[in-house]
């Protein structure tokens, strides 16, 4: 089966420290996402690439970091200079931008103390 | 602010009826999807309806777009207990002169709950 595969559900973290979410399409997908959503709250873009090697800011990129080196792999990194990082992160990949439907993985619920 | 807002935020109803929610946005755009999100679970999509189209179909989904009035409405018909999710609409906004931003925008969702 077809998907994307987010890991793990449930990460715990001290403040300081840098986390790194997982995130795998199998798929085919040229383009991936990173959302971040809190409680009661829409979904809000942190990253997103159209292509291997290259990704571009989301509206709040500001404490994170990504890469992009291979079609399938999309991972996230939640560094300590995120002011408020305890958050449930969705990935996403889609056939061709934004222009079709979203695929999300099941995502993952970070808490940070 | 968002570009897409639901309304309402909160909707409950028996089993059997129809449900309505409304999303409106600010700018124009390129097409406008619905998703839905069971709780704690990432999301599924519904339908996406592009600005040159006014109602699409599928299942029991009827979503309308009207681009005048900048709103959409989905309609779920003959409701299920296991219709219970949060509903979102999002859309993808041109900038001036007619070009995406390449964005999707997600608005804050309707909680729907279909009693039994």
């Known amino acids: 089966d077809g998907g994307i595969t987010q890991s793990p559900k449930y990460l715990f973290r001290k403040e300081g420290q840098n986390v790194t979410l997982s995130c795998e399409q199998n798929l085919n997908h040229d383009a991936m996402y990173w959302y971040r959503q809190d409680p009661g709250q829409g979904l809000r873009l942190i990253y997103y690439?159209?292509?291997?090697?290259?990704?571009q800011k989301g509206d709040i990129a500001e404490g994170y970091s990504v890469s992009r080196e291979k079609k399938e792999s999309f991972p996230l990194t939640v560094t300590s200079a995120q002011k408020n990082p305890t958050a449930f992160y969705l990935c996403?990949?889609?056939?061709?931008?934004?222009?079709?439907?979203?695929?999300f993985g099941n995502g993952t619920r970070l808490t940070v103390t | 602010s968002q570009q897409g807002e639901e309304d309402p935020q909160a909707l409950s109803i028996q089993e059997g009826e129809n449900a309505t929610m409304n999303c409106s946005y600010k700018t124009s755009i390129n097409n406008l999807q619905w998703y839905r999100q069971n709780s704690g679970r990432g999301l599924v999509h519904l339908i996406l309806?592009?600005?040159?189209?006014r109602e699409k179909h599928s299942g029991r989904l009827r979503v309308t777009l009207d681009t005048s009035k900048k709103s959409s409405s989905l309609l779920i018909t003959a409701s299920r207990a296991a219709d219970t999710a949060s509903y979102f609409c999002a859309t993808d906004p041109l900038g001036a002169g007619g070009t995406s931003y390449g964005k999707l925008t997600f608005g804050q969702g309707t909680i729907l709950t279909v009693h039994p």
């Open positions: 690439s159209q292509i291997v090697n290259d990704f």
């Open positions: 309806i592009r600005s040159n189209e």
């Open positions: 996403a990949s889609s056939i061709e931008g934004f222009y079709s439907p979203l695929h």
